[in-house]
């Protein structure tokens, strides 16, 4: 008798729970990306958000998350920042394997078109009536767009621009670069730079991952790839731009090649611009307020790269995107957050340009007069840029592999492992083979 | 007669009750074993066991963790051959296994042969030269280690008191890997530790003996301690041939993750992990690379052993 009561209630605990398990694991095998069901004022909701930076912008949205919170009692903000964009990404691509992952979070890059093509993502779309899209232009929309689908909303713009260090400029005598000056200038003023300064002291700290794309640019217009997601650029860009690194190796420009590869990844202030060992450096602008604060009294100025064709060859395109994960269960809430982090005034007071400048011209008018003077520069710069867009075509999936793959041919050259025709041929072969999976 | 017989039988039987008893108690014996075991076993089975299963079935797949994966049949294993970058990562971790290996053994050996002699202070050397060891595998030695080598590091400060400017050292491919080396050969604190048991393990008598026969130190090492030792080296050869296979997190860290320059530094552990983690992700390439990694590290243990039999001697 007492036997049979025991195993009664086992079952009246085991049979919810099953359920539960059952219910869990519906919910993350369903990836359709259609929000469903209406936003409840009342209902208790947890939302989990995930993204990358240092503790500043950590202190920067907890502030946000509880003016939010303020706003709507019956909704908590469960962060879960990383430091760098590598751990967020993998961790999410091991939630998504799971079936799980973050309501809403940062991406970057190709990333919200990889992760929308594979159906993770939710069509922003679908909540259109939680979240303002329609402040964003059209151009800031295409790098999140797949088939009329919008995976991302861009936190804001960001451009590459060549940054002077205009107390080593002044130190040897060196005039600040006019408007019009060709690459054969550029490669020039670097080795002055290096032959008027200290030894340890150098024209140009090159970093290819932001210099490639811009330069060739300025011959294919559209960048490096084509609206079909194709390769754009060929020897013709890619040669000249190696030979004239080469170039600048030997002239003195550039530092010993084992000082350029240890600078590769690092930080801005770790980087030799950063530090006061370079003149000049190709960055995206959302950067400077790093390597302001790197380089202390030292003014940076934020000038157009050279360009021989007339062509800027710079664009601005989105830093980071808030995306949605599919399979959340509270689409609408999630997308309340987003509008909230992008598109309220207070909180813009807060943020600032920390992920780029905002693409909301509302919201910009708020951000501008709050700059410090170096970011202001470059807001000027981006803005400047902004009023003729290219209009490149969004990076295509495999993309990603650009940055390592040019940093590996750039050393194999410098090297001597391969010549200047080899590495540009493996380049192309292997950029190819990527873009084509 | 009969009498004897129906003792026969009785005895008979109590054997049987008795041996019937006793594997009882046997079986009720291993039960509590096994019950004693069964965290570890669940652990083993879930979290190690399981997963390589897995991995065995991704081998054959392609996969990228975001859309589920597709039987590939053996295409992954067709395409290492194609894949020039992993012979080169091959060839990097190869020449750091044979040559940081045998620095190893000899330094651990011929660090606790002197601290074997039983000097004064004694647990406190082995303790500095053991720390190495301890921390040789983490990313704060590897961090610094990039400094130590850089161009602006120590090792050019000191040279530059001659007037020789070096290279950024991490950071060029053909000294990037011998950094590496060294900072593997630094860590030879526990193969000494196991050394110094080997050593006090070998008696007296031996060196007495041979005291007393004339032979001097050197003589005696080569052919008592050396000999009665093989036991012990060969262990630590197994296993640090094992763990030099396997380095990922020095790599990782000193390349800042890219085993450059000009994959220099591209160890095969380094390499998978990229295949597996870095954009376009391939978990079905880096599981097939996985599992050729494990065949590697089986066959040259299984090779280790054969050979052992002609240089090992078990004093016993």
Redesign the interface.
């Known amino acids: 008798m007492e036997r049979t009561q025991r195993r009664r209630t086992h079952q009246k605990i085991l049979l919810p729970l099953a359920l539960a398990g059952l219910t869990i694991s519906a919910c993350g095998g369903g990836s359709g990306t259609e929000a469903t069901g209406e936003y409840d004022p009342d209902a208790e909701i947890t939302l989990t958000i995930a993204w990358w930076g240092n503790d500043e912008r950590v202190q920067m949205m907890m502030e946000v998350f509880d003016l939010f919170e303020d706003e709507h009692p019956n909704i908590a903000i469960q962060a879960e920042p990383t430091g760098n964009p590598?751990d967020l990404?993998?961790r999410l691509?091991?939630d998504?394997?799971a079936g799980g992952g973050p309501d809403i979070f940062a991406l970057g890059g190709s990333?919200p078109l990889?992760?929308g093509a594979?159906?993770?993502l939710l069509d922003l779309y679908t909540v259109e009536d939680y979240v303002d899209i329609e402040s964003y232009g059209e151009f800031s929309r295409v790098d999140a767009t797949i088939a009329d689908e919008l995976y991302g909303l861009p936190t804001g713009g960001n451009s590459i621009g060549l940054l002077l260090n205009e107390r080593l400029f002044d130190e040897v005598g060196v005039p600040l670069p006019e408007e019009d000056w060709g690459w054969d200038d550029f490669v020039e003023i670097a080795g002055e730079i290096s032959a008027g300064t200290p030894d340890?002291v150098y024209g140009l700290d090159l970093r290819i991952q932001d210099a490639l794309g811009v330069y060739v640019s300025q011959s294919t217009e559209y960048g490096l790839y084509d609206w079909d997601g194709g390769l754009l650029a060929s020897e013709d860009e890619l040669e000249p731009w190696f030979n004239q690194t080469v170039e600048m190796v030997e002239n003195g420009g550039l530092p010993?090649?084992?000082?350029?590869?240890?600078h590769?990844?690092v930080t801005p202030d770790q980087s030799l611009f950063g530090t006061g060992h370079a003149a000049m450096s190709f960055a995206f602008t959302n950067q400077m307020p790093s390597y302001t604060a790197a380089l202390g009294d030292d003014p940076i100025h934020v000038v157009a790269p050279p360009t021989d064709t007339g062509l800027v060859g710079a664009d601005v395109s989105p830093s980071q995107f808030w995306s949605i994960n599919a399979g959340t269960e509270h689409p609408q809430a999630a997308a309340m957050l987003m509008d909230f982090m992008l598109n309220n005034h207070e909180v813009a007071e807060i943020i600032k340009d920390d992920r780029g400048l905002p693409f909301n011209p509302e919201i910009l008018e708020t951000v501008q007069p709050l700059l410090d003077p170096a970011s202001a520069d470059a807001a000027e710069y981006l803005l400047q840029i902004m009023e003729d867009p290219i209009g490149k075509p969004p990076a295509p999936?495999?993309a990603?592999?650009q940055r390592?793959l040019s940093?590996?041919m750039e050393?194999?050259i410098l090297?001597g492992?391969r010549t200047v025709e080899e590495a540009v041929q493996y380049w192309i072969n292997h950029m190819e083979e990527?873009l084509e999976? | 007669m009969s009498s004897l017989g129906e003792l026969r039988t009785i005895a008979k039987q109590t054997k049987a009750q008795k041996s019937e008893k006793r594997a009882k108690r046997t079986y009720r014996d291993n039960k509590a074993g096994f019950v004693f075991m069964l965290p570890w076993i669940t652990g083993f089975f879930v979290f190690t066991v399981g997963p390589m299963l897995v991995s065995l079935y991704l081998a054959f797949t392609d996969y990228s963790l975001l859309q589920p994966p597709q039987w590939t049949g053996l295409d992954n294993f067709t395409r290492m051959w194609g894949d020039e970058r992993l012979w080169k990562s091959l060839e990097v971790t190869f020449i750091y296994v044979f040559v940081s290996v045998p620095f190893v053994l000899a330094l651990a050996l011929a660090v606790a042969v002197l601290l074997d002699r039983g000097m004064r202070g004694l647990s406190f050397y082995r303790s500095v030269f053991y720390l190495p060891s301890l921390m040789g595998g983490s990313v704060a030695v590897a961090i610094l280690w990039r400094q130590v080598f850089g161009y602006d590091g120590i090792v050019n400060g000191f040279l530059g008191l001659f007037g020789i400017q070096g290279p950024g050292w991490v950071a060029h491919p053909d000294y990037a890997l011998g950094t590496l080396i060294v900072l593997n050969i630094w860590t030879f604190g526990s193969p000494m530790i196991i050394f110094l048991a080997g050593l006090r393990q070998i008696p007296d008598m031996y060196y007495e003996a041979a005291n007393v026969d004339g032979a001097g130190k050197v003589r005696q090492f080569f052919t008592i301690t050396l000999p009665l030792l093989t036991p012990i080296i060969f262990f630590n050869l197994v296993l640090q041939t094992i763990f030099a296979f396997q380095n990922f997190t020095q790599a990782y860290v000193v390349s800042g993750g890219t085993g450059g320059p000009s994959d220099s530094t591209l160890f095969y552990t380094l390499y998978l992990y990229q295949q597996a983690f870095n954009s376009p992700m391939q978990m079905g390439y880096a599981s097939a690379m996985a599992w050729l990694l494990v065949l590697f590290i089986g066959g040259l243990t299984a090779v280790n052993f054969w050979l052992s039999k002609y240089w090992v001697f078990y004093d016993d």
């Open positions: 590598e990404f993998n691509s091991t998504f394997a990333m990889e992760y594979a159906g993770q340890d010993d090649p084992s000082i350029i590869v240890e590769h990844n999936p495999g990603s592999v390592e940093q590996r050393s194999d090297f492992e990527q999976q």
